[in-house]
């Protein structure tokens, strides 16, 4: 069987266990990348007759390495790429479509998790001061959701996902019923963010939270990087940041305030503690 043709086998399987999108389209495209290289390099393109001395070539190759831009490749984007080659060919020994796991002897490099992208404490006051003392309706728009991104931590496509009628101000809640993994939670709301919402809501009873312009459709995350970026840049901020590192600072900060592991998990709705510890960094003065 040819690789892409189980590939589609594998795509179905990972959404029948639940897998998020993000996750199937690792995956996707990573097992695309190795099809490319064996394409390119004339070797065969059936999974029946891959080995691990192919897949160990490939996992040296430049394909593997480097971007698609030429630079090379975070040994961590290395390690999801093997991880993504081992699980692809153990589902297809497992399905019977090939008569050996290929990827059986391929191991994850050991590395140093990198340090959370958040930005300065600093830096985040200068931006909610900027966008308080701007004018105009998305400027109010930009500054309650990089509030909410600032002070929940919630991951910015929840945040996106947001219809007014998720917001319960009476029990001071939001309702996430977009979450990684597809797990529907809440998430307090802080008593400031709670009047900059009432403020704002004033009366709607439905419709997204955040609307992208007169067609009332919620905002795309590539937008608000965008709009990220500007008001940065008007704060003085001299640092790119996207929107996800908003959610390291409020995890970053709330470490420090508290010291407690066990807290930033449930705050960051993280399913393992082991994805919490990259933020349980000393300060240096301390």
Same mark, same amino acid.
């Given at each position: 069987?040819?690789l892409?043709s189980?590939l589609d086998?594998?795509l179905?399987?990972l959404?029948a266990?639940?897998?998020s999108? @993000?996750?199937?389209?690792q995956y996707q495209?990573y097992?695309?990348?190795?099809?490319?290289?064996?394409? =390119?390099?004339?070797?065969s393109?059936?999974?029946?007759?891959?080995t691990?001395e192919?897949?160990a070539?490939?996992?040296?190759?430049p394909d =593997?390495?480097s971007r698609?831009?030429?630079?090379?490749r975070k040994?961590v984007?290395?390690? #999801?790429l093997?991880?993504?080659?081992?699980t692809?060919? =153990?589902?297809c020994?497992a399905?019977?479509?090939?008569?050996r796991n290929? #990827?059986? %002897?391929?191991?994850?490099a050991?590395? =140093?998790?990198?340090p959370?992208?958040a930005?300065p404490e600093? /830096?985040?006051r200068r931006?909610?001061?900027t966008?308080k003392?701007a004018e105009?309706?998305?400027?109010e728009?930009?500054? %309650?959701l990089? @509030?909410?991104?600032l002070?929940?931590?919630?991951?910015v496509?929840?945040?996106?996902a947001?219809d007014?009628?998720?917001? /319960?101000?009476?029990?001071g809640?939001?309702?996430l019923?977009?979450?990684?993994g597809?797990?529907?939670d809440?998430?307090?709301?802080?008593? #400031?963010?709670?009047?900059? %919402?009432?403020?704002?809501?004033?009366?709607?009873v439905?419709?997204p939270?955040?609307r992208?312009?007169?067609?009332?459709k919620?905002?795309?995350?590539?937008h608000v990087r965008?709009r990220?970026?500007?008001?940065l840049?008007?704060?003085?901020?001299?640092?790119?940041?996207s929107p @996800?590192? %908003?959610? @390291?600072?409020?995890?970053?900060? #709330?470490?420090r305030?508290?010291?407690?592991?066990?807290?930033v998990?449930?705050?960051?709705?993280?399913?393992?503690?082991g994805?919490?510890?990259?933020?349980?960094?000393?300060a240096?003065?301390?």
């Amino acid at each position: 069987m040819r690789l892409l043709s189980a590939l589609d086998r594998y795509l179905i399987q990972l959404r029948a266990d639940g897998r998020s999108v @993000h996750t199937i389209g690792q995956y996707q495209r990573y097992v695309r990348c190795l099809d490319g290289w064996l394409k =390119a390099s004339r070797r065969s393109r059936d999974v029946r007759s891959i080995t691990h001395e192919t897949l160990a070539i490939f996992l040296t190759s430049p394909d =593997a390495r480097s971007r698609p831009d030429g630079q090379s490749r975070k040994e961590v984007s290395v390690n #999801a790429l093997r991880s993504s080659v081992r699980t692809f060919f =153990a589902y297809c020994h497992a399905a019977g479509l090939a008569p050996r796991n290929a #990827a059986a %002897l391929v191991r994850r490099a050991k590395c =140093a998790c990198p340090p959370p992208k958040a930005l300065p404490e600093t /830096d985040c006051r200068r931006l909610l001061r900027t966008l308080k003392e701007a004018e105009g309706p998305k400027a109010e728009r930009d500054y %309650l959701l990089f @509030h909410m991104l600032l002070t929940t931590g919630v991951r910015v496509g929840s945040a996106l996902a947001l219809d007014v009628e998720d917001v /319960d101000l009476t029990a001071g809640a939001l309702l996430l019923r977009k979450m990684k993994g597809n797990r529907p939670d809440r998430v307090a709301i802080p008593n #400031a963010l709670r009047r900059q %919402l009432r403020a704002v809501i004033d009366g709607q009873v439905t419709g997204p939270l955040f609307r992208g312009g007169a067609n009332g459709k919620p905002l795309s995350v590539r937008h608000v990087r965008r709009r990220l970026g500007v008001w940065l840049g008007r704060a003085g901020v001299g640092r790119s940041a996207s929107p @996800h590192s %908003l959610r @390291h600072s409020f995890a970053m900060a #709330a470490y420090r305030r508290t010291g407690d592991v066990a807290l930033v998990q449930q705050l960051l709705h993280h399913r393992s503690v082991g994805s919490t510890l990259v933020y349980a960094r000393p300060a240096p003065a301390r």
